[in-house]
């Protein structure tokens, strides 16, 4: 009798092992899923911006956005996403296309310009955020004197890291425009930290001597930036 007891038990309960068994299969593909999608997503925009980036050499300027501090008048604004330029620091060997946003999507993709402040090739403090766990990664290696270069419509800025500093996530006045000409990366800290990281990575980078000086001749012209030491 208790033989079949349990026989009829164990027969009962198999439907539900076997749910079970291919639910917790399912899951565990979707982890392994999610990681692969987002890394070929973000080489596909990699990809896809370089070419247009190649193909278009001269043309108006695009311009990122995020926040709305105190910053520069524009008479446009590009589309979430849209292709600005590109950034590279090449002692940390980081290449990456400059997309319009800062919104999780967007930066899952690449890094982005944060809205309200200077676009490439303009005279303000122009701001980049990325992920930490994901394009800024290598960020943590940045050092004083490392060179930063943003390209767009076939011109080059070149600016060097002035300082590296920890800030707490409200102290957005490090993006105001009255900090440039300059370029401000921003990312979350620490690196290693599990679940939303309670403070701000901050990298400011200066100018060299040739972007400045092209970059205070462009805010005289109409329509430059109004950025200033």
Known sequence: ????????????????????????????????????????????????????????????????????????????????????GSFEIPRLKLSYVLLEGTDNRTLDKSIGHVEGTAGVGESGNVGIAGHRNTHFRKLEWIRRGDTIVLKSAGAEYRYQVEWIRLFNPTDLEVLDPEHGPSVTLVTCFPFEYVGSAPLRYIVRALPDGETKSRLHGSSAQPGGGEGAE
């Open 1 to 84: 009798m208790k033989i079949r007891i349990r026989s009829e038990a164990a027969r009962s309960f198999s439907p539900v092992l076997r749910a079970l068994h291919w639910a917790t299969l399912a899951v565990g593909g979707a982890l392994l899923a999610w990681p692969a999608f987002v890394t070929v997503e973000s080489s596909y925009a990699q990809w896809s911006g370089q070419r247009m980036l190649a193909s278009t050499s001269s043309g108006t300027q695009e311009q990122i956005l995020i926040r709305k501090p105190k910053a520069a008048r524009r008479s446009a604004t590009p589309a979430k996403g849209a292709v600005l």
